[in-house]
């Protein structure tokens, strides 16, 4: 009898430790467990009832965000946007000159791709401008601007960028009333320079301030030949609001629009390659006025200049510019007039420039049409050209 008392006790034996393993591995794996159970949940934090923390929910990668809008694709990506837009204006001139008599063309006058926006941070923002025709550089504008201040009062700007000196200059050549620009800005602005700039805007944006050190040489020029630097100046004051770089009046609505600007420049190329081997010092003083539709607009330049032969003279200039929407945003019409004396050594060299323009804007610079037509009167020539333009412009 005892073997089978044996054999039943340790059967019996074996079921409680089996119900006790089975209890004890149960009640293991209750108490880790998460779900939502909160007597379960109780036992793991020993008793004490918790807030139950969230499940973390797997991260999702933001895509980027495309729009477009006036001609400009934006690209929106969390560390960065992107502003890309190409440029296009096919020109036609008739020119009845006292020298050659009528000549005609048809060119594409200019073709321009730019990408601008902010990386990293949006006080880090870049420019790069690519121009596709002209120019022996592709690279016409390359430059970054931090804006420590975040506020847009400190920004430094280093690169290949316009320099701060006439506001037609610094005016694109998309945001012209007439065709071109006038012959003043051409002879005492040079358009982009490699350099460095201080810049800012004060006084609830009143005020604009812009300081910088160029090579002097132009766009594209890697080295300084002769290592003399250009140093360049301007200070502006709008005090009814911002007053943009664009011809013809887009902005003002309930009140009018003024800015006054100051201009310095000296820069000495002489013992450079460049064929006006000159030293240059140039102050100017520009004005705008815009007004439900109507604008104006002024610049005057004086300079002094000195040859390398040590021999001086001085140089001045002013033109005159208004219009006025006669269709609101559509229909316009402007005029011009400009005198320039380039060189008080020498006598009767005085050049002179009026014109006439007719515009029509289907999205105001974005997409245009413009004509104009100049009388352009050379003393040192002892002629007087009369020239037709017709342009049109497209952005996208």
Known sequence: MRPKRLRYGLGIAGAVLLGVALATSSWAHDAVDTSDKPGLYKVKHKGVE??????????EEKKPKLSWKDGTSTIVFDKGTVNLSTRLQGRWTHTNSAARGPTDAVRLQRAR??????????????ELLLN???????????ALNWDPSTRRSVQVKVGQFKVPFGRQRLTSSGSQQFVDRSIVSDEFTQGHD????????????????????????GASELTNQNGKYQYTARLMFQPFGDVKYSEGDFESKTKPLLAIAGNFEHNDLRGTTVSDRLKRTIGGVDG????????????VFQGAFESEAGATFNANGYHLQAGYFLIKDLVEVAGRYASLDPSDATANDDRREVGIALNYFYNK????????????????????????????????
């Open 194 to 217: 490699i350099g460095l700039q201080l810049w800012g805007v004060l006084a609830n944006s009143t005020v604009e301030y812009r300081a910088g050190i160029f090579n002097g040489k």
């Open 132 to 142: 596709w025709i002209g120019d022996p550089s592709v690279i016409r504008t390359l």
């Open 365 to 396: 610079h974005y997409l245009k049409a413009q004509a104009d037509f100049r009388r352009l009167e050379d003393e040192a020539r002892g002629a007087t050209d009369h020239q037709a333009r017709v342009q049109f412009q497209v952005t996208f």
């Open 113 to 126: 791709t730019e990408f601008e926006g902010w990386f990293y941070k949006e006080e880090l923002t870049y």
């Open 50 to 59: 918790h807030k139950r923390p969230p499940r973390k929910a797997a991260k």
């Open 288 to 299: 705008v006025f815009k007004y439900k539709g109507f604008s104006a607009f002024g610049e």
